[in-house]
């Protein structure tokens, strides 16, 4: 899913900027996809972990208890993500407004890259917390109390 998203803003860019799909433009799909859904699987690690730590207390989970384990995640991973677009950003940008030799190679590498970092910055920040909490309570309304399970000691 977070590749959606980040492919979504990359199009726009690069339809923005008027380029054509070719080798260079795949190569900077390449790069994206990789960095997408290594942001979006680390939160969604970052979200059961936050949910793991929730005290178990042997009560049904309610509502609010899934969306704290969600918002407690959401902002823990808030700097991380937001360092990552600064640095893609900070280092991309600029290959963007240059035109001097070789930009016209580097220009449609980082094009993708720029919009889809946007997007998936949005993404990954906002949709995958949301969407990890209302699969969470379906869970839930569906029968299944909790949530986590303690790990079982064996004697």
Same mark, same amino acid.
């Given at each position: ?37 290594? !942001? %979006?699987?680390? =939160?969604?690690?970052?979200?059961? +972990? *936050?949910?793991?730590?929730?005290? @178990? !207390? %042997?009560?049904? =989970?309610?509502?609010?208890?899934? +969306? *704290?384990?969600?918002?407690?995640? @959401? ?81």
């Amino acid at each position: 899913m977070p590749t959606l998203y980040a492919v979504t803003g990359g199009v726009l860019l690069q339809y923005g900027l008027g380029y054509n799909f070719s080798v260079a433009v795949w190569v900077g799909y390449i790069a994206l996809f990789g960095i997408a859904v290594e !942001t %979006g699987v680390v =939160m969604v690690v970052y979200l059961h +972990e *936050a949910q793991d730590k929730r005290p @178990a !207390t %042997g009560q049904p =989970m309610r509502h609010e208890d899934i +969306e *704290a384990a969600a918002i407690e995640d @959401a902002v823990q991973r808030l700097r991380p993500k937001l360092m990552t677009l600064t640095a893609v950003l900070a280092g991309l940008i600029p290959i963007l407004k240059e035109s001097g030799i070789g930009s016209d190679v580097m220009k449609p590498i980082a094009a993708p890259i720029v919009g889809g970092m946007i997007t998936s910055t949005i993404h990954v920040l906002i949709l995958v917390p949301v969407f990890f909490a209302l699969l969470k309570e379906r869970q839930f309304r569906k029968g299944r109390p909790r949530l986590w399970q303690e790990p079982v000691e064996e004697e």
